[in-house]
């Protein structure tokens, strides 16, 4: 009876070892679980094909010798040479306008015309002041004779023919000025032929026929523009000045080539014309003028082109496509293909232009530069030279359809 008490702390002891195991495994279970998602390291990426250390495929282009022109390169806005506003210079009706709008027109051509008549009657009135201060001066000029006479002879006092002298005088100022009153309507009646001031264009018409119109009118009867030359101004920055002015300053005036907007059709050529006489320093940029015949009308004033003026031309250049020369903390270079391999070389370069650059040294006519495929692209990597119309539809390099 004494043995039972024993038998208990042996039962209680065996119970708690599956617990403990329980815990031992979940905490085990835990440790592995938060090393697969945290610890464990990355999957190693496959290996890489052996396409990807391959030959590159690469389009080149050969360094060629040529003249190059060395350019300037802006927006331009087509501007009139001459613009005027036809306006009249008298008060009085539109009688007719002879012109249609868009009409080209010459110079002194009739344009419109002013109802005359009441110009007429104001010029008729001058000429009868005028006979009429004539007819008072003779009379004048025979009393004077005649007192000149009786003078002589002592029978007329001084004083009197100094009187008739001086109204002699008097009368021959009067008709001076009847004269330049007849003059005037002269001129305002010929202010109602209005006549076009300079070649040019017609514009929109704002006042119709029948109209009363007030002299220098601030609207005008239309606006006439020269086209033919026409004007293309535009600016450059501070640094192409020198050059520019230059140019200018050349026996013959640099060449101004103007281009539409996408830069693919050239509508006129011309000449640089004139520079302004200080740079703009809000813009640090100089104002210019170029001026062209714009005989075939390809040019329409306000319209804005791509103007491209030749500064200089540089003989037997070396020069390169400019999407080829990459840029670094190096400097310029270039990839050159030597014996199926890519050679980094270092260049110093000249101006650009056109889609071209000028080396001045590094680079030799002749040697093929990469164009494309330079993103893969190391020095000593096997290349594969192809044309860009024999890739593959799916390849990068392919061009686009």
Do not use: C
Request: avoid cysteine.
């Amino acid at each position: 009876m004494q043995s039972a008490p024993s038998a208990a702390p042996a039962s209680s002891s065996s119970s708690r070892w599956p617990r403990r195991l329980f815990w031992l495994v979940l905490l085990v279970g835990v440790g592995f679980a938060a090393w697969w998602f945290l610890l464990r390291p990355p999957p190693q990426p496959p290996a890489t094909p052996s396409a990807w250390r391959g030959p590159v495929a690469v389009r080149v282009e050969a360094a060629r010798t040529e003249d190059f022109t060395v350019q300037a390169r802006a927006v331009g806005t087509v501007a009139p040479y001459n613009t005027v506003t036809v306006r009249s210079r008298v008060d009085g009706q539109l009688a007719r306008v002879l012109v249609r709008e868009g009409q080209r027109v010459t110079q002194g051509q009739l344009l419109a015309e002013i109802d005359p008549e009441p110009l007429r009657v104001a010029l008729a009135q001058a000429h009868g002041q005028q006979q009429q201060n004539l007819a008072q001066l003779r009379n004048a000029e025979s009393e004077l004779a005649r007192y000149e006479g009786l003078f002589a002879r002592d029978a007329v006092a001084r004083q009197v023919l100094d009187r008739q002298a001086a109204l002699v005088q008097q009368l021959r100022g009067t008709l001076k000025s009847d004269q330049a009153q007849v003059d005037n309507a002269k001129l305002q009646l010929s202010y109602t032929r209005i006549t076009a001031p300079i070649a040019g264009r017609i514009g929109l018409r704002r006042v119709d026929a029948g109209n009363l119109l007030s002299a220098n009118d601030a609207n005008g009867l239309f606006t006439l523009t020269q086209t033919q030359p026409v004007s293309v101004v535009f600016s450059v920055p501070e640094p192409q000045v020198a050059d520019v002015r230059a140019a200018h300053d050349s026996k013959q005036p640099p060449r101004a080539e103007a281009w539409d907007r996408d830069n693919r059709q050239r509508l006129a050529v011309g000449r640089l014309d004139t520079l302004d006489n200080q740079i703009d320093a809000a813009t640090g940029t100089l104002r210019l003028k170029a001026r062209f015949d714009n005989a075939d009308d390809a040019l329409f004033p306000n319209q804005f082109v791509n103007l491209r003026l030749a500064l200089r031309e540089l003989p037997a250049a070396v020069t390169i496509p400019t999407d080829a020369v990459q840029h670094g903390s190096r400097g310029s270079y270039v990839y050159v293909i030597a014996e199926n391999k890519a050679q980094v070389r270092d260049l110093s370069l000249g101006p650009a232009s056109g889609g071209r650059t000028v080396v001045l040294k590094g680079l030799k006519d002749g040697e093929p530069v990469v164009l494309e495929g330079l993103d893969r692209l190391e020095d000593g990597r096997a290349v594969t030279i192809v044309q860009a119309t024999a890739l593959p539809a799916s390849s990068p390099l392919a061009p686009e359809k």
